[in-house]
């Protein structure tokens, strides 16, 4: 057992390496940074820029909007993907085309998706003509807070996929015979898949949801790309806020920013963690 646990480190080493030097040095490393005033002497000024950040309007505003929108994708991703996988799950014939179609999102480049994006939400474009033809007026997707709308959906149909995947893989090892027995007792699909599915796959199911929401975190490169540095107010997120600073070679506002949003995710992740134990020790 000592062996075979010695060679397992053997292949892990690289690996360990790699994450101290580029990971944990740098952000042990960078919180000492964003105690210090960024002047040629670097002087020790303590919490006074986590004081100053946290009166910067910009800086409220785009933690704001970044917690809005991850609390807005983050559902809406796991909830779909879950119906998705299970209606995947029942078509085994010729479940894998739909399977691998539903992944093309996740491993196109952003860049061919946004021109996607804009095609379909500019002025003129797809979505106008569908929402005139119902009668409503054109909506300019692009500009103020209608924003909002593209770039979560632009989000939900890049990740969906990846959250499917994850699902379909819990699904599969569910007995069938559990199924069986819940169509004879009458049991419709969405019964069997809130009654029977979801307490059997409750750790992918978790899973999803914290990768989705650290996805959502990220979603500033959604934004990016379509409202630009300084897009709308009702889409300006945080990191936003930061790269706007790194240009400004603001490195001291960047990193207390960046370790403020980091307790504010520990914290988040830790209540989560509580939660699922707590759900899970209910269900067992």
């Excluded at 004081?51 to 994708?73: A, V």
């Excluded at 739909?98 to 003129?124: E, H, K, Q, T």
């Amino acid at each position: 057992m000592f062996t075979r646990k010695r060679s397992a480190l053997f292949y892990l080493l690289p690996g360990l390496i790699g994450l101290t030097l580029f990971y944990i040095v740098p952000f042990i490393g960078g919180i000492y940074y964003s105690l210090t005033d960024g002047s040629y002497k670097n002087a020790f000024v303590g919490l006074q820029n986590y004081i100053n950040i946290w009166k910067n309007e910009m800086f409220l505003l785009g933690l704001k909007n970044t917690l809005e929108l991850s609390l807005i994708c983050t559902p809406l991703v796991w909830a779909l993907s879950f119906i998705v996988a299970v209606l995947l799950n029942r078509l085994k014939p010729g479940g894998s085309f739909f399977r691998n179609s539903i992944l093309m999102p996740y491993l196109m480049p952003s860049s061919a998706m946004l021109l996607i994006w804009l095609v379909l939400f500019d002025y003129g474009g797809v979505i106008n003509r569908l929402v005139t033809s119902l009668g409503f007026m054109r909506v300019s997707w692009l500009e103020g807070a209608a924003l909002r709308v593209p770039v979560i959906l632009m989000f939900v149909w890049k990740n969906l996929g990846f959250a499917v995947v994850i699902f379909l893989a819990a699904l599969q090892s569910i007995p069938e015979p559990l199924y069986e027995y819940a169509r004879l007792e009458g049991a419709g699909f969405f019964r069997q898949a809130f009654s029977i599915t979801l307490p059997m796959v409750v750790p992918s199911a978790f899973l999803v949801f914290v990768l989705s929401w650290i996805n959502a975190f990220k979603i500033f490169k959604e934004v990016y790309f379509i409202g630009g540095a300084y897009p709308d107010e009702a889409v300006y997120t945080l990191q936003n806020y930061m790269n706007n600073m790194f240009g400004k070679l603001n490195y001291q506002n960047v990193t207390t920013a960046a370790y403020s949003f980091a307790i504010i995710v520990f914290i988040i992740f830790g209540a989560l963690f509580f939660m699922q134990k707590r759900l899970q020790d209910r269900l067992n």
